[in-house]
Every structure is written in structure tokens, then in C-alpha cells.
């Protein structure tokens, strides 16, 4: 199996930039598609942003599209988001999730079978 630990977030105005990351430790990090989720207070975990294990194919919820980037490093075993242009509502607990018995763009969170615990982000108007 795989650990996750996210880092990154914080307190950010509006218009200003975070890059979140998530260290993967445990089984061979490239074995995995990896995806973020968020979760605002009072609101279900949704999803952001995906990328998978091989082509490095990527994909994004239409609220992040063009704003936030995710990319992996393989030889840092490392998941990372960019993400710019923030704005109030992408106020949220920030979720890493990596998944091996899912092969493509895996956007439902059942497809995912190992989470992080979590960054807050927290973008102020």
C-alpha cells in the first residue's frame, strides 16, 4: 500500500498562488493514478483534478480548469497542484488520493483506495 501526506496549504488572498504537494511513501509511487479532492465546510469532497500513472494524462473539474495545474514527479515519489488565480470558494481541506484498481481518468472518489489527511487552504477576499 501507499501512505500520502499533503503540504502546502495556508492562508492566501484572492488572486495570489499555493502549490500544494503530496508525498507518497510505501509501494512504487508510479503504480498509482493520483487525483486532489476538496472538501469545503459543510459541503461534500469533490474533485479537482486527476493524472494518470503512465501517460501523465491529465484532467479537471470545469471550477479549476485553467487556473490550477497538476503535475507528478516519479523519481520524487511526489503529486503536486499548482494552483493560481485563487479565489474565495476554492476554500476547502485540500485531499491527495492515489488508486491502483482504477486504470484512466478517475474522477468518483470510490475509485480511489488511498487518501492523505489533508490541507487546508483558505483564501481570503
Known amino acids: 500500500q501507499v501512505q500520502l501526506v499533503e503540504s502546502g496549504g495556508g492562508l492566501v488572498q484572492a488572486g495570489g498562488s499555493l502549490r500544494l504537494s503530496c508525498a507518497a511513501s510505501?509501494?512504487?509511487?508510479?503504480?498509482?493514478?493520483m487525483g486532489w479532492f476538496r472538501q469545503a465546510l459543510g459541503k461534500d469532497r469533490e474533485f479537482v483534478a486527476t493524472?494518470?500513472?503512465?501517460?501523465?494524462?491529465?484532467y479537471y473539474a470545469d471550477s479549476v480548469k485553467g487556473r490550477f495545474t497538476i503535475s507528478r514527479d516519479n523519481a520524487k515519489n511526489t503529486l503536486y497542484l499548482q494552483m493560481n488565480s485563487l479565489k474565495p470558494e476554492d476554500t476547502a481541506v485540500y485531499y491527495c488520493?492515489?488508486?491502483?484498481?482504477?486504470?484512466?481518468?478517475?474522477?468518483?472518489?470510490?475509485?480511489?483506495?488511498?487518501w492523505g489527511q489533508g490541507t487546508q487552504v483558505t483564501v481570503s477576499s
Open positions: 488520493a492515489a488508486t491502483d484498481r482504477w486504470t484512466g481518468a478517475a474522477r468518483e472518489e470510490y475509485k480511489y483506495n488511498y
Open positions: 510505501g509501494r512504487t509511487f508510479s503504480r498509482y493514478d
Open positions: 493524472i494518470t500513472r503512465s501517460e501523465g494524462t491529465t
